[in-house]
Protein backbone atom coordinates (compact mmCIF):
# COMPACT_ATOMS: atom_id res chain seq x y z
CA UNK A 1 0.00 0.00 0.00
CA UNK A 2 0.93 3.89 -0.55
CA UNK A 3 3.37 5.51 1.87
CA UNK A 4 3.64 8.50 3.32
CA UNK A 5 6.55 9.57 5.03
CA UNK A 6 6.87 12.59 7.20
CA UNK A 7 9.67 14.52 9.61
CA UNK A 8 8.46 13.42 13.21
CA UNK A 9 9.16 16.96 14.39
CA UNK A 10 9.70 20.57 12.96
CA UNK A 11 10.76 23.71 15.55
CA UNK A 12 9.94 27.34 14.43
CA UNK A 13 10.16 30.44 16.18
CA UNK A 14 7.52 33.09 16.30
CA UNK A 15 6.74 35.24 13.58
CA UNK A 16 9.07 32.86 11.13
CA UNK A 17 8.23 30.30 8.18
CA UNK A 18 7.56 26.48 8.91
CA UNK A 19 7.79 24.33 6.61
CA UNK A 20 6.54 20.33 7.23
CA UNK A 21 7.53 17.73 4.04
CA UNK A 22 5.27 14.42 2.99
CA UNK A 23 6.75 12.22 1.04
CA UNK A 24 5.48 9.49 -1.39
CA UNK A 25 6.06 8.17 -4.60
CA UNK A 26 4.82 10.50 -7.10
CA UNK A 27 2.78 12.26 -4.31
CA UNK A 28 2.72 14.61 -7.43
CA UNK A 29 0.42 13.08 -9.30
CA UNK A 30 -2.34 13.05 -6.32
CA UNK A 31 -4.51 15.28 -4.40
CA UNK A 32 -2.84 15.85 -1.01
CA UNK A 33 -4.50 17.17 2.58
CA UNK A 34 -3.80 18.18 4.78
CA UNK A 35 -4.72 18.39 8.98
CA UNK A 36 -3.95 20.02 11.97
CA UNK A 37 -4.68 18.61 15.40
CA UNK A 38 -4.73 20.21 18.68
CA UNK A 39 -4.10 17.86 22.21
CA UNK A 40 -7.25 16.81 22.74
CA UNK A 41 -8.81 17.77 20.11
CA UNK A 42 -10.34 16.09 16.74
CA UNK A 43 -8.33 17.10 13.22
CA UNK A 44 -8.72 20.06 11.20
CA UNK A 45 -8.58 20.39 7.50
CA UNK A 46 -5.98 23.18 6.56
CA UNK A 47 -5.40 22.57 3.18
CA UNK A 48 -7.29 20.12 0.61
CA UNK A 49 -6.75 19.41 -2.64
CA UNK A 50 -2.70 20.59 -2.36
CA UNK A 51 -3.73 24.16 -1.95
CA UNK A 52 -6.46 24.98 -1.00
CA UNK A 53 -7.67 26.50 1.75
CA UNK A 54 -11.28 25.56 3.70
CA UNK A 55 -12.77 28.81 5.06
CA UNK A 56 -11.72 29.60 8.11
CA UNK A 57 -8.33 29.18 7.78
CA UNK A 58 -5.82 32.04 7.86
CA UNK A 59 -3.66 32.54 4.35
CA UNK A 60 -0.54 32.03 6.80
CA UNK A 61 -1.04 28.27 5.52
CA UNK A 62 -0.52 27.07 2.31
CA UNK A 63 0.64 24.03 0.36
CA UNK A 64 2.50 22.91 -2.85
CA UNK A 65 2.76 18.90 -3.88
CA UNK A 66 5.69 18.19 -7.05
CA UNK A 67 7.44 15.02 -7.84
CA UNK A 68 7.81 12.62 -4.90
CA UNK A 69 7.50 15.91 -1.86
CA UNK A 70 4.15 17.72 -1.02
CA UNK A 71 4.66 21.17 1.66
CA UNK A 72 2.31 22.43 4.02
CA UNK A 73 3.84 25.87 4.69
CA UNK A 74 3.34 28.01 7.81
CA UNK A 75 4.15 31.45 7.13
CA UNK A 76 4.52 34.14 10.22
CA UNK A 77 3.99 31.02 12.89
CA UNK A 78 2.04 32.38 16.02
CA UNK A 79 2.11 30.27 19.26
CA UNK A 80 -1.20 28.59 18.57
CA UNK A 81 -0.22 27.20 15.16
CA UNK A 82 1.78 24.46 18.06
CA UNK A 83 0.02 21.34 16.81
CA UNK A 84 0.46 18.10 15.01
CA UNK A 85 0.34 17.83 11.34
CA UNK A 86 -0.80 15.31 9.08
CA UNK A 87 -1.29 14.78 5.30
CA UNK A 88 -3.48 12.49 3.41
CA UNK A 89 -4.31 11.25 0.03
CA UNK A 90 -6.51 8.93 -1.70
CA UNK A 91 -5.04 6.24 -3.15
CA UNK A 92 -7.73 5.09 -6.31
CA UNK A 93 -5.29 2.70 -7.23
CA UNK A 94 -4.98 0.56 -3.88
CA UNK A 95 -8.10 -1.35 -1.73
CA UNK A 96 -6.89 0.43 1.20
CA UNK A 97 -7.20 3.51 -0.56
CA UNK A 98 -7.13 6.44 2.28
CA UNK A 99 -3.45 7.06 3.70
CA UNK A 100 -2.18 8.81 6.31
CA UNK A 101 1.11 10.24 7.19
CA UNK A 102 2.80 9.47 10.76
CA UNK A 103 2.31 12.95 11.60
CA UNK A 104 4.63 16.08 12.26
CA UNK A 105 4.96 17.70 16.05
CA UNK A 106 5.14 21.55 14.94
CA UNK A 107 6.90 23.08 18.33
CA UNK A 108 6.93 26.47 18.52
CA UNK A 109 10.44 27.97 20.45
CA UNK B 1 -25.32 23.04 11.71
CA UNK B 2 -23.01 20.44 10.28
CA UNK B 3 -22.11 18.15 13.12
CA UNK B 4 -20.85 14.06 13.63
CA UNK B 5 -21.48 12.68 16.97
CA UNK B 6 -19.97 9.34 17.95
CA UNK B 7 -21.20 6.93 20.71
CA UNK B 8 -20.78 3.23 21.71
CA UNK B 9 -17.51 3.48 23.03
CA UNK B 10 -16.23 2.03 26.24
CA UNK B 11 -14.21 -0.25 28.09
CA UNK B 12 -14.39 -4.15 26.36
CA UNK B 13 -12.14 -7.24 27.31
CA UNK B 14 -10.16 -8.78 25.02
CA UNK B 15 -11.92 -10.89 22.53
CA UNK B 16 -15.25 -8.95 23.24
CA UNK B 17 -17.27 -6.80 20.95
CA UNK B 18 -18.78 -3.01 20.67
CA UNK B 19 -20.73 -1.20 18.16
CA UNK B 20 -19.92 2.21 17.51
CA UNK B 21 -22.18 5.08 16.13
CA UNK B 22 -21.90 8.62 14.73
CA UNK B 23 -25.37 10.49 14.17
CA UNK B 24 -24.96 12.98 11.26
CA UNK B 25 -26.97 16.42 10.86
CA UNK B 26 -26.78 19.46 9.43
CA UNK B 27 -26.56 18.22 5.87
CA UNK B 28 -27.69 15.18 3.60
CA UNK B 29 -26.36 12.43 5.13
CA UNK B 30 -27.23 9.96 2.16
CA UNK B 31 -25.10 11.79 -0.56
CA UNK B 32 -21.69 11.60 1.19
CA UNK B 33 -19.34 8.42 1.81
CA UNK B 34 -18.05 8.38 5.28
CA UNK B 35 -15.14 7.04 7.18
CA UNK B 36 -14.17 5.84 10.64
CA UNK B 37 -10.57 7.41 11.49
CA UNK B 38 -8.70 6.20 14.97
CA UNK B 39 -5.90 7.57 16.65
CA UNK B 40 -4.36 5.18 19.53
CA UNK B 41 -3.02 6.94 22.87
CA UNK B 42 0.15 8.84 21.47
CA UNK B 43 0.07 8.00 18.17
CA UNK B 44 -0.94 9.23 14.40
CA UNK B 45 -3.94 8.98 12.72
CA UNK B 46 -5.21 5.61 11.31
CA UNK B 47 -7.41 5.03 8.15
CA UNK B 48 -10.14 2.38 9.76
CA UNK B 49 -12.88 1.76 7.02
CA UNK B 50 -14.74 3.79 4.59
CA UNK B 51 -18.30 3.14 2.81
CA UNK B 52 -19.74 5.10 -0.25
CA UNK B 53 -22.97 7.04 0.24
CA UNK B 54 -25.32 3.97 -1.16
CA UNK B 55 -23.16 1.53 0.79
CA UNK B 56 -22.12 0.08 -2.81
CA UNK B 57 -18.48 0.43 -1.98
CA UNK B 58 -16.59 -0.58 1.01
CA UNK B 59 -13.05 -0.93 1.99
CA UNK B 60 -11.25 -1.94 5.26
CA UNK B 61 -7.85 -1.59 6.65
CA UNK B 62 -6.21 -4.52 6.35
CA UNK B 63 -5.37 -4.46 10.78
CA UNK B 64 -9.44 -4.82 11.27
CA UNK B 65 -10.31 -7.04 8.09
CA UNK B 66 -12.17 -9.66 9.07
CA UNK B 67 -13.08 -8.51 12.10
CA UNK B 68 -15.05 -4.98 11.76
CA UNK B 69 -17.88 -4.44 9.86
CA UNK B 70 -18.85 -1.04 8.28
CA UNK B 71 -22.23 0.04 7.86
CA UNK B 72 -24.86 3.11 7.37
CA UNK B 73 -28.67 3.72 7.72
CA UNK B 74 -29.30 6.52 5.90
CA UNK B 75 -32.71 6.86 7.17
CA UNK B 76 -31.50 7.45 10.12
CA UNK B 77 -28.59 9.45 9.32
CA UNK B 78 -26.65 7.54 11.23
CA UNK B 79 -23.15 5.35 10.62
CA UNK B 80 -21.94 2.57 12.63
CA UNK B 81 -18.47 0.53 13.58
CA UNK B 82 -19.57 -3.56 14.65
CA UNK B 83 -16.20 -4.05 15.86
CA UNK B 84 -15.77 -8.12 16.96
CA UNK B 85 -12.78 -10.14 18.23
CA UNK B 86 -11.12 -7.03 19.39
CA UNK B 87 -7.38 -6.77 20.97
CA UNK B 88 -5.56 -4.70 22.83
CA UNK B 89 -3.94 -3.21 19.89
CA UNK B 90 -7.76 -1.63 18.85
CA UNK B 91 -7.54 0.61 21.87
CA UNK B 92 -8.36 4.54 20.38
CA UNK B 93 -10.41 7.40 20.24
CA UNK B 94 -12.29 6.68 16.84
CA UNK B 95 -13.87 9.70 15.04
CA UNK B 96 -15.81 9.77 12.63
CA UNK B 97 -15.46 11.67 9.00
CA UNK B 98 -17.27 12.84 6.62
CA UNK B 99 -15.62 13.96 2.61
CA UNK B 100 -15.95 17.27 1.10
CA UNK B 101 -17.45 16.14 -2.21
CA UNK B 102 -16.11 13.18 -3.22
CA UNK B 103 -13.77 10.73 -2.09
CA UNK B 104 -10.41 12.33 -2.93
CA UNK B 105 -11.42 15.53 -1.53
CA UNK B 106 -10.54 15.09 2.16
CA UNK B 107 -12.26 15.26 5.53
CA UNK B 108 -13.50 19.01 6.38
CA UNK B 109 -16.36 17.23 8.89
CA UNK B 110 -14.89 15.12 11.97
CA UNK B 111 -16.64 14.18 15.27
CA UNK B 112 -15.53 14.83 18.52
CA UNK B 113 -14.40 10.51 18.79
CA UNK B 114 -15.40 8.11 21.00
CA UNK B 115 -12.89 6.42 23.13
CA UNK B 116 -12.61 2.58 22.85
CA UNK B 117 -10.43 0.98 25.81
CA UNK B 118 -9.39 -3.26 25.34
CA UNK B 119 -8.36 -4.26 28.42
CA UNK B 120 -8.86 -7.32 30.43
Known amino acids: SYVLTQPPSVSVAPGKTARITCGGNNIGSKSVHWYQQKPGQAPVLVIY???DRPSGIPERFSGSNSGNTATLTISRVEAGDEADYYCQVWDSSSDQPVVFGGGTKLTVL | EVQLVESGGGLVKPGGSLRLSCAAS????????MNWVRQAPGKGLEWVSSISSSSSYIYYADSVKGRFTISRDNAKNSLYLQMNSLRAEDTAVYYC?????????????WGQGTLVTVSS
Open chain 2, 26 to 33: GFTFSSYS
Open chain 2, 97 to 109: ARVGTVDSSGYPI
Open chain 1, 49 to 51: YDS
